[in-house]
């Protein structure tokens, strides 16, 4: 990633505060790009930024709530006031919800987590297409889960939302792949992030055991294992002729 693929695009970066999305921005800051940084965490968006401002990186911190229309148009606006466009999109903020069977689900959560994990990622690409469209391209990467293609007991929630991100996904790239606008998903495994940590998936000896027998591996995957493959994929779409292909399902 040293080799400047990405110099003097614009990558923006939601959920970019911890996890693979501080992960993906290191990667995107290391081929070049220019960072808007997203989170609903100020003190962690914040703290990467000055990360990478510490490296020598160009990089803005900008809060949103992304299940909020107003704060997901203000993060675009306050992108092009800084860098003049958006270039590349990872939409990869997301929470885990609660464990319960299907019909003990909360209502609340349940509303909550298909706000910030699907309808989020539907208003943060209805305004980034919007500004795409304004400079001929770009590409957008959704970051889903491996629950997007298959189910997982006591996550009915999450399950659904993630799911829902993959056919959002293809819906919207064979809508503006003509435009030159490439919209792919990605869907980790589990991956060893704070998100799993609070959902007890990672400090739970039992429940470690569990996911471990459903993965051919060895241990679990840190972020920082991931988000070359996503980076690249950004960068392919972005290049790539839009008759290649309307969208990417990565599964890792």
Request: aromatic letters at 6%; a neutral charge.
């Amino acid at each position: 990633m040293e080799d400047q693929k990405l110099l003097g695009e614009v990558a923006l970066v939601t959920g970019g505060g911890s996890g693979i999305g501080w992960a993906a921005c290191k990667a995107f800051a290391r081929a070049g790009a220019r960072i808007v940084v997203s989170d609903i965490d100020e003190e962690a968006g914040t703290r990467v930024v000055q990360r990478l401002a510490g490296c020598g990186r160009d990089a803005i911190f900008v809060r949103a709530d992304t299940s909020k229309a107003a704060d997901v148009e203000h993060l675009i606006e306050a992108a092009v006031r800084a860098y003049g466009c958006v270039d590349i999109a990872f939409n990869n903020a997301g929470i885990e919800g609660e464990l319960a069977l299907t019909a003990d689900y909360p209502d609340e959560v349940w509303d909550r987590v298909i706000a910030v994990n699907l309808t989020g990622v539907r208003l943060c690409m209805k305004h980034e297409i919007k500004e795409m469209l304004k400079h001929h391209g770009g590409a957008i990467v959704n970051n889903a889960s491996i629950l997007g293609v298959v189910g997982f007991a006591n996550a009915s929630a999450y399950t659904a939302a993630k799911h829902g991100v993959l056919g959002l996904t293809k819906a919207a790239a064979l809508e503006y792949a003509s435009s030159h606008i490439r919209i792919n998903a990605v869907c980790p495994a589990f991956i060893e992030t704070p998100m799993l940590a609070r959902a007890g998936l990672t400090t739970d000896p039992a429940r470690r055991a569990a996911i471990e027998k459903l993965h051919h591996w060895d241990g679990w995957d840190s972020p920082t294992k991931l988000p070359q493959r996503r980076c690249g994929s950004a960068l392919l779409r972005r290049r790539s002729s839009p008759a290649i292909r309307c969208w990417w399902t990565v599964a890792m």
